[in-house]
C-alpha cells in the first residue's frame, strides 16, 4: 500500500505511521497532507507514532518538515504515542523534533490542540503551552 | 511492526488497517483490540480501511471475528473509508461482511457510533440504522 490514510475528526487530521517511511510514500504523505490541510481547513495535524520502534533522521526530518508545512497553512502539528525509547533516540541523535509539540496519546494531543486554538482566539491569554 | 495501534477517542478505539493482514500481525489485533475494549469500556469500535486496496477472504473473516468479539463485550463496530472496489470486492466474493456496520467516513461512523449509544439507552425509540 503506497499511501498513509490521514484520518479527517473535526477540526483536526491524524495520521497513524504505521510502516517505515521510504522515500516515496514521506514524499506522498507530505503533499497529501497539506492538501487535505487545505481542502478541510483543519487547525491541527495529530501524528500518532506509537507503533513505531525505530527512527532514524529520515523520520525526524519529515515530522519537522509537515510541521513546518502544516504551520504555514495555520495548523498545528503534534506528535502523539512516542515510545519512551524512541524520545531517547531522537535525543541522542541530536533532534529533537523543534517547533513540533507531543503529547502522550492522542486524545491528550487533541486537548493540547483545543487549547491551542482556543489560545489563539484570545490572544490576551498568557500562552504557558508552548515553550520553544 | 508487529502491532497495529489501537487509538481510544472518547468512548471509541479506532484502528487504521494500513499494511496486509497475515497471521500473526491478525491475531494480534484481535486480541489487543479484545483487552482495549475491556480495559477502557469502550462503546464502540472504528475500523478504519480506507488503504485497503485489495481485500481477501481472511480479512473478511477477522473484521467479523472483531465485531463478534466486540459485540459479547458490549461494543459496536463500524468499519470505515471502505474503497468502492473493495466493495465490489466483499460481494463477489460472497462476504457481505454480517454484523458489521459501515459508514464512510470516521467522522461518519462515530456519528453512527454515538446515534447507536443514545439508541441503547433510549430502547423506546425505534432502531432505523440497524437493517440487518
Redesign the interface.
Known sequence: ?E???I????PFL?V?I???LYDRLALNLESDLVQMVNKTEAKGVLI?I????IVDSFMGRIIGNIAGMSKILDAETVVV?MQPAVAITLIELGLPLKGVHTAL???KG?ELLRKKIDLEEEPTEEDDIIAD
Chains 1, 2 share one sequence.
Open positions: 500500500m499511501k498513509i490514510p484520518l479527517r475528526m473535526g491524524l497513524t504505521q510502516v517505515d500518532d506509537s507503533a513505531v520502534s504515542g496519546d492522542v486524545e487533541m
